[in-house]
């Protein structure tokens, strides 16, 4: 094999094992869900609404609405979490 031949080899093996180091060192954000397979109405999301601070989603299959929760924030570390209702949304409304 000639130099040029060897060089141009161990960049392409070099660009190969870079992009399987790119593809296995990302991994999409998880998504934390109750499954749809579930035989109950209601399905709940946790998802993070500020940086210290989380909602809980509930939707109610039946009557078709989400409604919001939140828990107070701020909080001092000697109080408890107190989770208040903040919105509630008609689905079957806004998605005509």
Not at 36 to 47: G, L
């Amino acid at each position: 094999m000639t130099r040029r031949v060897l060089i141009t080899l161990l960049l392409g093996v070099n660009l190969v094992l870079l992009l399987a180091l790119v593809l296995t060192a990302y991994s999409p954000p998880q998504a934390i869900a109750q499954g749809i397979a579930r035989s109950s109405e209601y399905i709940m999301v946790a998802a993070t609404a500020e940086v210290a601070n989380d909602a809980i989603y509930l939707i109610d299959l039946r009557t078709r609405q989400m409604h919001a929760f939140r828990s107070t924030f701020p909080r001092l570390a000697d109080q408890p979490t107190r989770v208040t209702l903040m919105h509630t949304r008609d689905l079957a409304r806004d998605f005509r």
